[in-house]
């Protein structure tokens, strides 16, 4: 008796440990959305491609730079220093925020002094490859679309929906990860 207990476990036991099937999503998002979700990120990027370029326009004084990562800036003070900061740098700056009317969001007495260690902490991606251009002392002006800041979501505060925003951002100090950099 006990022997047939223990061949019918093993056998049972043998049964059950096959492959097991894999089961398929309940709902599958269809190629139609994904198409209308791309037609609207593009209607919306052109959209503000041709906002910053009216505002470019409009602002005679400053040269415009157009950054490789999607961005517009120009220097409101550039420093004969060599040295950007590279991954694991640490840079201290200010900045200041604005909309594209030039009405002030965040101030720089609000924000503070900002400690960054270059691309080992989380800030938006506008900002990261901004800092990544500066050398200290400078100030430089930025044009950020909203998919470089805060995109669909807003700040959840001050910063809404899908804004343009323009940065303000004055690098303190450069303290460099080693001298080898």
């Known amino acids: 008796m006990m022997n047939r207990i223990l061949i019918f476990f093993f056998i049972s036991l043998f049964f059950s440990c096959g492959n097991s099937v894999p089961r398929k999503p309940i709902l599958r998002k269809s190629s139609?959305?994904?198409?209308?979700?791309?037609?609207?990120?593009?209607?919306?990027n052109e959209t503000e491609e041709n906002a910053f370029k009216i505002y470019m326009k409009a602002d005679s004084?400053?040269?415009?730079?157009?950054?490789?990562?999607?961005?517009?800036?120009?220097?409101?003070?550039k420093s004969d220093r060599m040295d950007v900061p590279k991954f694991g740098d640490e840079v201290i700056y200010t900045y200041e925020v604005y909309d594209l009317?030039?009405?002030?969001?965040?101030?720089?007495?609000?924000?503070?002094q900002q400690v960054y260690v270059i691309d080992k902490q989380e800030?938006?991606?506008?900002?990261?490859?901004?800092?990544?251009?500066?050398?200290?002392?400078?100030?430089?002006?930025?044009?950020?679309p909203s998919?470089?800041?805060?995109?669909?979501?807003?700040?959840?505060?001050?910063?809404g929906i899908n804004q343009q925003l323009i940065?303000?951002?004055?690098?303190?100090?450069?303290?460099?990860?080693?001298?080898?950099?």
Do not use: C
């Open 167 to 181: 940065y303000k951002v004055q690098l303190n100090k450069l303290n460099k990860k080693n001298e080898n950099n």
């Open 101 to 112: 009317n030039n009405h002030i969001i965040y101030s720089e007495e609000e924000v503070g």
């Open 147 to 159: 998919h470089k800041m805060f995109g669909f979501s807003g700040d959840e505060n001050k910063i």
């Open 32 to 44: 139609t959305e994904m198409k209308e979700s791309v037609s609207f990120n593009k209607a919306l």
């Open 123 to 144: 800030i938006v991606e506008g900002l990261r490859n901004g800092l990544k251009l500066m050398k200290e002392g400078e100030n430089i002006t930025f044009l950020f």
């Open 61 to 77: 004084i400053h040269n415009y730079i157009a950054s490789p990562k999607g961005f517009w800036y120009f220097y409101n003070n």
